[in-house]
Nanobody, 123 residues
Framework: QVQLVQSGGGSVQAGGSLRLSCAAS????????MGWFRQAPGKEREKIAA???????SYADSVKGRFTISKENAKNTLYLQMNSLKPEDTAMYYC?????????????????WGQGTQVTVSS
């Protein structure tokens, strides 16, 4: 059963904006920390933003001030608003749920993943 379904992404010029969406099952949405990861070719997957069940958010330094993670309770949907995009933001982006701990963000040792979506930023 697919529990995280992503949409959004695509190609944009540097300085532009994109928004990613991730529709989750109600169970995951209300019980677990959710976040966004990305993986560029030849690089490891990195966590760039997370938000726990209480709405507390955190960001990687590389995206702080440019990206915003948010949740829409009525739709059980997680968002990532990406502004001031740079070519180095080019990567496959993944929605994820941290099932290692209820309500707060934990170790991400048990993670559910979305299918991934490509973001390409041209200079």
């Amino acid at each position: 059963q697919v529990q995280l379904v992503q949409s959004g992404g695509g190609s944009v010029q540097a300085g532009g904006s994109l928004r990613l969406s991730c529709a989750a099952s109600r169970f995951i949405y209300i019980n677990y920390c959710m976040g966004w990861f990305r993986q560029a070719p030849g690089k490891e997957r990195e966590k760039i933003a997370a938000i726990d069940a209480y709405g507390s958010a955190s960001y990687a330094d590389s995206v702080k001030g440019r990206f915003t993670i948010s949740k829409e309770n009525a739709k059980n949907t997680l968002y990532l608003q990406m502004n001031s995009l740079k070519p180095e933001d080019t990567a496959m982006y993944y929605c994820a749920a941290d099932r290692s701990m209820a309500y707060v963000c934990g170790s991400w040792s048990q993670t559910d993943w979305g299918q991934g979506t490509q973001v390409t930023v041209s200079s």
